[in-house]
């Protein structure tokens, strides 16, 4: 249906003219007239949806005036047409609506749709009207709110009682501000509000509209936030934010009031060879569980940390005693320690507990916890699945370990100029007949200022550090050229031994170094004998295929220190393991120890049983030789024959051809 226009114009020609147009574009025209009487009657009579309306008409009466009886009366929208533009016809004009009621209708429109909740107070402050989002937010209907004040059941702390003749009186004509709104149900939520006093042209406060917003998800969202930058994502525990916060609020609070404070510091043992071996999945599940029971064994007042990786730290305030941090390691090693069920295979997994106690061990939140992690080591170094305290002496063993890592480090990064790191090799010798049958290449560190490091002092801590990774690939490298030279120089082959680490075993790519490394120096595959331990291997996810990758490659693979370890008959009998050694342990009181006589025996037997061949190290009497060769061990090495000697040496011993004899 087109919309019904009347159209009120004095001028004949312009009237007909516009009801023309107005019907050409689909719009009926009701009616044309030319005086403000009859606009008001015809208004009346046919109801139209506009008047167009001249305001300059025949007769005392003008347009603005009918306009205002139309508008009153009948709430018909007027539209005013004129050619005058003086500001006394518009002033007329707009003095002719006592309401606009487009505003109207659009103010009308807000007030209903808008999500945030709205009420209109009187002066007094009362409730005159609420919007449909007040009783939707709030949970109270429109009609029993009415003549109520907000602070009696909307607010959960009301406003002071002179608030609003403040808000009166102040320079800034509103106020807003978080509050707490409390619902019908009695359920409260975090609201920003606005409050603004409406004043008349007098400039007299008539009334107030409050406004307000839920922010609860405003809020939910910032403590999510602040909780992700405080808290481990994996455990939910405190993160390396919240520790450095919490040890300096305990710290100051432990100098207050003179009761000790400890620091433990828990690192769990062989984490990356699980995680390794069972996947990232495991080793998360793993690290989860260890988080709650760690957390089962403190107290509410305790705070456990995930530093990242394997280690926790844990702030033990208000200790009673002193001795009492270590009857919480205890509990938290026995917890740890439980097994658990990762795949559908039981894992245990140990740790190690440095103890740290304010003030004696540190005054300080960083002298605490270097404190703290040096025990930790100290632990570690005395055998794992165990804890220490803290003590003076162990700062120097901190600062030397540190310095052997940079140390190490840096010659690794500068070796090619300063030839800090060199190899030397110990002859493998037939027992019966003193000819060397193969050499063991070893490691050694000459440092510019402390002179020859031993492989004891450095070993450790470049596997503890992952630099035995590069320093392994070094070694081999240098071998393989070391083995090249000894063939170019008219050297008949030989069986050369590089001791290879866990963590190179572990690492997917280690089989294509090796194969990198033969094409790179030409070495023969064969000749070449990587030595693993028994718990490298049990360490390892798959080492069934790894070792018959390296068979494949044509590289021997022989099983070092065999005896000391938890050793497992199924890893002689399914894997391709060409060689066992003999430890050193089981040689040393050779012979007139009936014990390692035994053991050495079986191990003798086993390795013939299985077609193994065998070589005993630590091999430095005639008499350790002699009962060797009994028990039926044909090859060994040891000091007896030689020291390990420098390449050119080696090869020098070799072009003698003399037998290895006592020395």
Not at 166 to 176: E, G, I, M, N, S
Not at 416 to 424: A, D, F, I, V
Request: glycine share 8%; hydrophobic share 45%.
């Amino acid at each position: 249906m087109s919309a019904k226009i009347l159209v009120v114009e004095d001028e004949r020609i312009v009237a007909l003219d516009l009801a023309h147009g107005l019907e050409h574009l689909g719009y009926e025209v009701v009616g044309m007239v030319a005086s403000a009487a009859d606009a008001v009657r015809m208004a009346r009579e046919h109801r139209p949806d506009v008047v167009l309306m001249d305001i300059h008409l025949d007769g005392a009466i003008d347009g603005t005036v009918a306009g205002r009886e139309i508008l009153e009366q009948l709430r018909i929208p007027v539209v005013y047409l004129t050619a005058y533009a003086e500001p006394e016809t518009q002033a007329r004009a707009e003095a002719s609506r006592p309401l606009h009621e487009q505003q109207q209708r659009q103010a009308n429109a807000v007030f209903q749709t808008m999500a945030e909740g709205i009420a209109i107070l009187d002066h007094d402050g009362l409730i005159t009207s609420v919007n449909p989002a007040f009783t939707t937010l709030t949970g109270h209907a429109a009609e029993a709110v009415l003549g109520r004040h907000p602070d009696d059941f909307l607010h959960l702390r009301g406003h002071s009682a002179d608030f609003y003749r403040l808000l009166d009186d102040a320079p800034v004509a509103y106020w807003q501000g978080e509050i707490d709104i409390r619902r019908a149900d009695a359920i409260t939520f975090p609201a920003w509000q606005h409050v603004c006093p409406v004043r008349d042209q007098a400039g007299q406060v008539t009334h107030y509209v409050l406004t307000f917003s839920d922010i609860s998800l405003i809020r939910s969202a910032e403590a999510h936030i602040h909780h992700l930058a405080f808290h481990d994502a994996l455990t939910g525990l405190g993160n390396r934010h919240m520790l450095r916060g919490r040890l300096e609020e305990e710290i100051h609070r432990a100098s207050r009031t003179g009761r000790p404070l400890a620091l433990l510091f828990v690192d769990l043992d062989n984490f990356k060879f699980i995680n390794d071996a069972h996947g990232h999945a495991a080793g998360d599940a793993l690290i989860s569980t260890v988080a709650q029971r760690v957390t089962a064994h403190l107290r509410g007042s305790d705070l456990a940390v995930r530093l990242g990786g394997d280690q926790f730290v844990i702030i033990v305030p208000d200790l009673p005693r002193i001795e009492d941090a270590a009857l919480i390691a205890e509990k938290l090693l026995e917890g740890i320690h439980q097994p658990l069920i990762v795949k559908g295979e039981t894992i245990q997994v140990g740790a190690c507990v440095g103890i740290a106690i304010h003030p004696d061990d540190g005054d300080n939140a960083e002298a605490l916890m270097q404190s703290a992690d040096s025990a930790m080591y100290v632990a570690k170094a005395r055998g794992r699945h165990r804890y220490a305290y803290f003590s003076a002496d162990m700062a120097e063993t901190t600062r030397e370990r540190l310095q052997v890592e940079q140390g190490l480090r840096r010659a690794l990064e500068q070796q090619p100029q300063r030839h800090e790191l060199q190899l030397e090799f110990q002859p493998v010798v037939n027992l019966a007949a003193g000819q060397i049958t193969g050499a063991e290449a070893l490691v050694r560190w000459d440092h510019p200022q402390w002179g020859r490091v031993g492989p004891t002092r450095f070993i450790q801590i470049a596997e503890d550090s992952g630099l035995i990774v590069p320093l392994g690939l070094w070694v081999l490298r240098e071998a393989c050229r070391q083995g090249v030279s000894w063939l170019a120089a008219g050297a008949p082959p030989l069986r050369l031994a590089v001791n290879v680490s866990v963590r190179q075993m572990q690492n997917d790519h280690f089989v294509e170094d090796v194969a990198q490394v033969l094409r790179e120096t030409g070495f023969p595959p064969q000749q070449l004998e990587l030595e693993i331990t028994e718990s490298t291997l049990q360490s390892m996810a798959d080492s069934r295929s790894m070792l018959g990758r390296f068979r494949h490659l044509g590289v021997k693979m022989a099983l070092d220190d065999f005896g000391t370890g938890f050793s497992s008959l199924s890893l002689l009998k399914h894997l391709a393991i060409d060689r066992i050694k003999i430890d050193r342990s089981f040689v040393i009181d050779l012979p007139g120890a009936p014990l390692d006589e035994q053991i050495t025996h079986a191990i003798v037997h086993l390795a013939s049983a299985l077609r193994l061949q065998m070589t005993a190290e630590g091999v430095e009497t005639e008499a350790q030789r002699s009962s060797l060769m009994d028990m039926g061990c044909l090859e060994g090495q040891g000091y007896l024959f030689s020291q390990p000697l420098s390449g050119g040496n080696f090869h020098a011993l070799r072009a003698s051809a003399a037998p290895m004899s006592l020395h």
